[in-house]
C-alpha cells in the first residue's frame, strides 16, 4: 500500500518533468531552433524520464535523468 502511495507520487513527479520536456519537444518552432545534438539529448532525456517506472529499485530508489 505505501509503495503505490509512493509510485503514485513518483509517477506525478514524471509526469511535472515530461510536460516540461514536451513543452520543447511538442513546439515545432522551438524544436527546429534545436540543433540536431541538443534535440537527440532532449529525446534521449524524454525516454528515459518513460523508462522510470521500469528501473529496478522503483518506486523507492529512482535514479532521475539528467536534463539537457
Known sequence: ELDAALAAEVRDDRGDRLTKVDAVA?????????????????????????????????PNDVVWPTKP
Open 26 to 58: 511538442g513546439n515545432a518552432l522551438r524544436w527546429a531552433a534545436l540543433d540536431a545534438g541538443t534535440q537527440a539529448a532532449w529525446a534521449v532525456y524524454r525516454q528515459e524520464l518513460l523508462d522510470v517506472p521500469q528501473q529496478t529499485g522503483f
